[in-house]
């Protein structure tokens, strides 16, 4: 256990909001207790006003806010419906950003600007799509995915009709993700057909999106996206992986009338898992103050 995991919290919350406040972003709060039932599993119902939902992501309803400021961020709880372990909890911490009319780039110095500083190690890059191109010879900037899903499902030995979703998932957390161990790993340059659609689909490649996730000794600790700004794509991608609900629905509806720029930036990173990787402890319920309440 870390000596004082209230104060390298604290520390760790300062350091980001310091941050962020420095590069322009503004604080804001957006709904916990939200209206859209997303599904079965999805979302932990709350008894207010007519039947609500804690919310599992903060995600569409923050970025509706670049409508009237294009740099914002919200630190808050979230919650998840499945049973808790070392790494899940039920309630946790995200930090959430968004950023109008930046890039990929642009994001991705913003991510190490934010989480270096608390890191043991000095994050290193490792692209998916030159992975995949070295194991099996797919280049996916300039070819598109064709048979790959089944000849990924026989490399893991996965059944062959398993939903390339799951398939490559499960191909970058056996054969990527454990290159984090004892490192802090930014992962680049994600496959189109996973399981974040609202990526950009990379400019010039034909199935590379805009995507990165850093791992931290096994730990994911940072997701990043430059949202896909052709919302037919959009729509049309999140709809095959069962993603498109009635949040991103209505954020879409505010893009496609102007209202909010279609050229943005995403970020999540989880408070917790920070502070497991800042640490070296792999016990998320450690930084999850008074939990017998």
Known sequence: ?????????????????DTLRAEGFLELHT????????????????DLDGGRYLRAM?????????????????????????????????????????AANEDFAFLLHLAEQLVAPHLPYEPVKV??????????GTDLRHEPTGDLPQRMATRLALSADTPFKVTLGTFIERELETQSAGAAVFLIDYPLGGDEPCARLSPGTVAQLNRFELIVDGIEVVHGYEDEPDGAAFTQRAKEVDLYDDEQRLAREAVDAGRVPAASVGLGIGIERLCMAAS??????????????
């Open 1 to 17: 256990m870390p000596d004082d995991p209230i104060a390298l919290k604290s520390n760790l919350l300062f350091g980001l909001r």
């Open 31 to 46: 709904p916990v207790a939200r209206r859209a039932d997303l599904g079965p599993g999805r979302r932990t119902p709350a």
């Open 58 to 98: 903060i995600g569409p309803a923050l970025r509706m806010n670049l409508e009237f400021h294009p740099r914002i961020f919200e630190i808050g709880p979230c919650f998840r419906p499945e049973t808790p372990d070392d790494l899940h909890g039920c309630e946790f911490s995200m930090l959430d950003l968004y």
């Open 127 to 136: 692209s998916v799509t030159d992975y995949i191109r070295d194991v099996f």
């Open 280 to 293: 070296g402890v792999k016990d998320i319920s450690h930084f999850q103050q008074s939990p017998m309440f």
